[in-house]
């Protein structure tokens, strides 16, 4: 059974850049669509963006000038950047596989939270 | 503004069907597979409905119909532990994105 597992500190101050991991288990990330996905207090589920593991990426476009993804094979790790965060990006952000459009698994899920 | 519309709330009593919707236009929901996903309060989402497929685990009270640009999810014989909020995802070919709908609080009375 395909495992996600996000990890990253759970604290980020405001103006910097929050950095999260997603570990894989349970079968190779290759060849499929890996998503970032976040839920903030009193809202939906927000997409932010995509990568295929050849490294094509797809991103929100509310999101996109401030958001990085990356993928390392070798390790089964995809990779999130968030640039210039703000109180905003205070969310749980989830890891997910799935193809387009559709998520077939999710992580755990990790707090961040937003510091002034 | 989500891209996909769903009802705020649905209600209904113990053993009832309620249907869910999720509707979009012709670049998603008329266009892609259709994602349907479960969220209890502070867990994360789970997958009941991937496309027309139930996943492993998913009991099959769940059950999905398309019609047009309007997804419907199905829970038939509601149970308690149905109570949850639920989301619907699909691609945007307009947009290059993956779209959520806003989310369906579903009480179980």
């Known amino acids: 059974q395909v495992q996600l597992q996000e990890s990253g500190p759970g604290l980020v101050k405001a103006s910097e850049t929050l950095s999260l991991t997603c570990t894989v288990s349970g079968g190779s990330i290759r060849s499929y669509y890996w998503s970032w996905i976040r839920k903030s207090a009193g809202k939906g589920l927000e997409w932010m963006g995509r990568?295929?593991?050849?490294?094509?990426?797809n991103y929100n476009p509310s999101l996109k000038s401030r958001v990085t993804m990356s993928v390392d094979t070798s390790k089964n790790q995809i990779f999130l950047n968030v640039r210039s965060v703000t109180a905003a990006d205070t969310a749980v952000y989830y890891c997910a596989r799935g193809p387009t459009g559709v998520i077939e698994y999710w992580g755990q899920g990790i707090l961040v939270t937003v510091s002034s | 503004q989500s891209a996909l519309t769903q009802e705020v709330s649905v209600s209904g009593t113990v053993g009832q069907k309620v249907t869910l919707s999720c509707t979009g236009n012709t670049n998603n929901i008329g266009s892609y597979a259709v994602g349907w996903y479960q969220q209890v309060s502070h867990g994360s989402p789970k997958t009941v409905m991937f496309?027309?497929a139930l996943p492993s685990g998913i009991p099959d009270r769940f059950s999905v119909s398309m019609s047009g640009t309007t997804s419907s999810l199905t829970v038939s014989g509601l149970q308690p532990e149905d109570e949850a909020d639920y989301y619907c995802?699909?691609?945007?070919?307009?947009?290059?994105?993956?779209?959520f709908g806003g989310g369906t609080k579903l009480t179980v009375l």
């Open positions: 995802s699909t691609w945007d070919y307009s947009l290059s994105a993956v779209v």
């Open positions: 990568i295929y593991t050849s490294g094509n990426t």
């Open positions: 496309g027309n």
